[in-house]
């Protein structure tokens, strides 16, 4: 099994540009997420899907969107990338109820 | 809103010694709380704990819960080079929509000197 796996792992991108960061998991979990991670403040959620066909805000949804593609596949767009977009983002994913979430290594995204 | 407060932010420390590293947490309708390891890339999953005074090990590590005063431990014991990374603490909150959310704390970096 694979896990959580994320792709581009790096993307560099000019301010404006859109881009699309994909995520698969191979654990039929129901349960998955974005979170981007900031020097000095943890992870912070952006979306997360409970269940396939549903999707939800979390902490820090502006500037984002999400697609739950089927129950393996969760992707964030960013429409109109901004500086302040300069983050590692990850994916998660969890069976539902009581269970941990699995991360992805991460996708290093910077906008110039 | 919900917050996860982690202290200390860093720790320096000798192999062999222990570490206490303290989450403390004021969350709506609280589920449950989560350790995790990060070290270059994703955080790895540690321990889960949803009961009070339940100690959870995993080899040297070790972590218990009080949910009356709102915080948690984790003690690495006997430590090691291999235990440097960051150690993140995170509250799952339930209800509404809330299902599933982890609120994380700033995470501490510990390093382990030889």
């Known amino acids: 099994n694979a896990g959580v796996t994320q792709t581009p792992k790096f993307q560099v991108l000019k301010t404006g540009q859109s881009m699309t960061l994909q995520c698969a998991q191979d654990?039929?979990?129901?349960?998955m997420y974005w979170y981007r991670q900031d020097p000095g403040m943890g992870l912070r959620l952006i979306y997360y899907s409970a269940s396939e066909g549903t999707t939800d805000k979390g902490e820090v949804p502006n500037g984002y969107n999400v697609s739950r593609l089927n129950k393996r596949e969760f992707s964030l767009r960013l429409e109109s990338a901004a500086p302040s977009q300069t983050s590692v983002y990850f994916c998660?994913?969890?069976?539902?109820?009581?269970?941990?979430?699995?991360f992805g290594p991460g996708t290093r995204l910077t906008v110039t | 809103e919900d917050k996860v407060v982690q202290s200390p932010l860093s720790l320096v420390v000798h192999e062999g010694d222990t570490v206490t590293l303290n989450c403390s947490y004021e969350?709506?309708?609280?589920?449950?709380l989560l350790w995790y390891k990060q070290e270059k890339k994703a955080p790895t999953f540690l321990f889960m704990l949803t009961s009070s005074g339940i100690e959870k090990k995993s080899g040297r590590l070790s972590s218990i819960l009080d949910k009356k005063e709102l915080f948690s431990i984790l003690n690495i014991t006997a430590t090691q080079t291999g235990d440097s990374a960051v150690y993140l603490c995170?509250?799952?909150?339930?209800?509404?929509?809330?299902?599933?959310?982890?609120?994380f704390g700033q995470g501490t970096i510990l390093t382990v000197h030889p």
């Open positions: 995170a509250v799952e909150a339930t209800g509404g929509t809330s299902y599933g959310k982890l609120t």
């Open positions: 969350v709506t309708n609280f589920r449950s």
């Open positions: 998660a994913s969890s069976r539902q109820g009581l269970y941990e979430q699995y």
């Open positions: 654990m039929n979990h129901n349960s």
